[in-house]
Antibody, heavy 125, light 111 residues
């Protein structure tokens, strides 16, 4: 079965960086896009970016441009989300989520069919 | 301010039917992009409930149904059960933002 397993909770100081991992299993890693979505305490879901695990191309939400970097390691079926210049407003649970459509599909799926368990990132001085 | 608009809360008694609305605009739902719904139980990750406006993934009970018309969509839950108490999020794609977008979420309380 499809599984997305994320790394553990992090506590960071303002101005630092955090790198969260998401290890995929149960399917062909390079066939499906992976997204990152975050949820601040008591708030809704916010899309951050997408990576194509096949070629490595990325697309980021304008809000995070220049501060977030998505990368992948095909050998371990893992994608990474690095967020720089952390501030208190970045305190949130960060989720990876698989796109419902394959990277070669003629028509995009545009939904998230499997989610990781989430990684809590706390930014505090 | 979310791109898609949902009511903050809805409630219903066990066995009743409730609906949750999701309103977008001509850059997302009105452009023809699919509307998808995710259920988030307390302290857990979201889970896909409805995709492509009205399709249920395997394992989702047929008590849950989705529909879309124009720039709006709805999630209906019939035969409410205590275990349905959760936050529900609608989601789509926005062409003007070139981004995947969510509604603000609706908290369902089973009375």
């Amino acid at each position: 079965q499809v599984r997305l397993v994320q790394s553990g909770a992090e506590v960071k100081r303002p101005g630092a960086s955090v790198k969260v991992s998401c290890k995929a299993s149960g399917y062909t890693f390079t066939n499906y896009y992976l997204h990152w979505v975050r949820q601040a305490p008591g708030q809704g879901l916010e899309w951050m970016g997408i990576i194509n695990p096949s070629g490595g191309s990325t697309n980021y939400a304008q809000k995070f441009q220049g501060r977030v970097t998505l990368t992948k390691d095909t050998s371990t079926s893992t994608v990474y989300m690095e967020l720089n210049s952390l501030r208190s407003e970045d305190t949130a649970v960060y989720y990876c989520a698989r796109d419902g459509g394959t990277v070669t599909a003629a028509v995009r799926a545009d939904y998230f069919d499997h989610w990781g368990q989430g990684t809590r990132v706390t930014v505090s001085s | 301010q979310s791109v898609l608009t949902q009511p903050p809360s809805v409630s219903g008694a066990p066995g009743q039917r409730v609906t949750i609305s999701c309103t977008g605009n001509s850059s997302n739902i009105g452009m023809g992009y699919g509307v998808h719904w995710h259920q988030q139980l307390p302290e857990t990750a979201p889970k896909l409930l409805i995709y492509g406006d009205s399709n249920r993934p395997s394992g989702v009970p047929d008590r849950f149904s989705g529909s879309k018309s124009g720039t709006s969509a709805s999630l209906a839950i019939t035969g409410l059960q205590a275990e349905d108490e959760a936050d529900y999020y609608c989601q789509s794609y926005d062409s003007s933002l070139s981004a995947w977008v969510f509604g603000g979420g609706t908290k369902l309380t089973v009375l």
